[in-house]
């Protein structure tokens, strides 16, 4: 079946920790990424997007996410994380531009 | 400028109701989709509709339903309420076609709890 994979579902990091979270996918063909954002109380926000180009994309706050097309895969990094970061972070798949499909979304805790 | 404006925030429901919910694209924006997102999980497509039309359509039943009017808001309605909708249903809109990978901006939905 087609989805979008995200494998830990909440990772616990101390502050100035790296971050990687991952994202994998199953749709063949063409495929726009993205990373979403939900900080608590807020809405949903975009992180950074892929729709070509460099595999390596560069977001907001420090963020980057590598597109590896092989892997099937879109992890998202920060080389040093901060107490503002704790949020719920979703990777998303857009298919034919009609319509995008949402992993589970992993929960970040970030301990001072 | 306001955001993605739905309404209501907060709805409460019995089983067999049905219940319709509203969505205000930002202005200027002309694409609006609907997903539903349960506890846990992340958001589920249901409708992207664009100029009016319906252009896509995610994996749920014909009790749910939506339509998007001339001033680009839209309305999504669920028939016959089961447990099971209990959810946030959030709505989004994006400045232009689907084709045009435009990002969404999502507003902050209309949690449903069905009794």
């Known amino acids: 079946a087609q989805s979008v994979s995200q494998h830990n579902h909440h990772v616990i990091l101390s502050e100035a920790a790296s971050l990687e979270l991952g994202c994998n996918y199953s749709y063949g063909g063409t495929v726009n990424l993205f990373w979403y954002v939900q900080y608590p109380g807020q809405h949903l926000q975009l992180l950074l997007k892929?729709?070509?180009?460099?595999?390596l994309v560069k977001g907001i706050k420090g963020f980057e996410a590598e597109f590896i097309k092989s892997k099937f895969s879109f992890n998202l990094r920060k080389p040093s994380v901060h107490w503002s970061d704790a949020a719920e972070y979703f990777c998303?798949?857009?298919?034919?531009?009609?319509?995008?499909?949402f992993g589970a979304g992993t929960r970040l805790t970030v301990k001072p | 400028d306001a955001g993605v404006t739905q309404s209501p925030t907060h709805l409460i429901k019995t089983r067999g109701q049905h219940v319709t919910l509203r969505c205000s694209p930002i202005?200027?924006?002309?694409?609006v989709s609907w997903y539903q997102q349960v506890l846990g999980q992340g958001p589920q497509f249901i409708f992207q509709?664009?100029?009016?039309?319906?252009?896509g359509r995610g994996n749920f039943p014909d009790r749910f339903s939506a339509r998007q009017f001339p001033n680009y808001s839209s309305e999504l309605n669920v028939n016959a309420l089961l447990l099971g909708d209990s959810a946030l249903y959030l709505c989004?809109?994006?400045?232009?076609?689907?084709?045009?990978?435009?990002?969404?901006?999502f507003g902050s939905g209309t949690q449903l709890s069905v009794l």
């Open positions: 998303a798949v857009s298919i034919n531009n009609n319509d995008m499909r």
């Open positions: 989004a809109s994006s400045l232009s076609s689907p084709t045009s990978n435009e990002k969404l901006f």
């Open positions: 509709y664009y100029e009016k039309e319906e252009r």
């Open positions: 892929y729709f070509s180009g460099d595999p």
């Open positions: 202005s200027g924006h002309k694409s």
